[in-house]
């Protein structure tokens, strides 16, 4: 089933990350930004470890995975050594103490009490932990998140907590067909992600922005993501 760390080489991950950094650097520079602006994490779910590694010997930096139970499975071989790991998916308040301390920020806070949870884990293994509060910023029933006017209310009660720091916002925008579309959702979350900034919460520190997946990070990027979540357009489809 999983393989070892083998060293294979995988020419299509290797050009694949070097058209999209290409293409964020270039997009950097039309939106007057600059590239290193953005960091592109590369979003590992269902990727096995062997194409894993490759993306990061062609020198992928962060990693996304969704699923707790999968990426423990897979941790252990993978070459973390240099990489930052982020937790992008949902997370269940029962599967908090197997993930903190494994991963190097989660991106999905969504409630008072999975932050709490976290916190509370963190201060239990002695470490803190770098969150970001997911925004549900199309309003979508299927998605997670908090909705908008939620979240000064949930900032402000998970400032409190000292095993966490929140370092910015998150969003999944429902999926538009037109650029226009696309940039005007991500041009609220932007407008959201000032606004919340501009309140100087204490303990609370707006500097990252996650927005953007294979499909529209041009869009996110011109509307001022500081961090791009890209699976597909680096690994492939996803079976
Ligand atoms: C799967 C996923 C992505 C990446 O999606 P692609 O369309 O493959 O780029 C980004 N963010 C989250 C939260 C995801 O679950």
Known sequence: MMEKPS?????????????????IAETCVKA??????????GVTKTVQPDRINAAIRAGLEVIGENRVQEYLSKR???????????LIGHLQTNKVSKI??????IESIDSVKVAKAVSDASLKRGIVTDVLVQVNIGREDTKHGVMAEELEQL??????????????????????????EKRAVFS????????IKGKNIDNVAMDILSMGMSA????????????????????????
């Open 155 to 180: 900032l402000r009660a998970a400032a409190c907590f000292k095993g966490i720091k929140i370092r910015g916002l998150m969003a999944i925008p429902p999926i538009y067909d037109t650029e226009r």
């Open 32 to 41: 007057g930004r600059e590239p290193g602006d953005v960091t592109l994490l």
């Open 76 to 86: 252990e071989m993978i070459n973390l050594d240099n990489v930052r790991a982020h």
């Open 216 to 239: 529209d990070y041009r869009e996110a990027i011109m509307e001022g993501s500081t961090l791009v979540r890209i699976g597909s357009a680096i690994f492939g489809s996803r079976s």
């Open 100 to 105: 903190v301390g494994k991963v190097d920020m």
């Open 7 to 23: 060293g294979n080489r995988y020419p299509d991950i290797e050009e694949n990350l070097k058209i999209v950094r290409h293409s």
């Open 188 to 195: 609220d979350m932007c407008k959201l992600f000032i606004d």
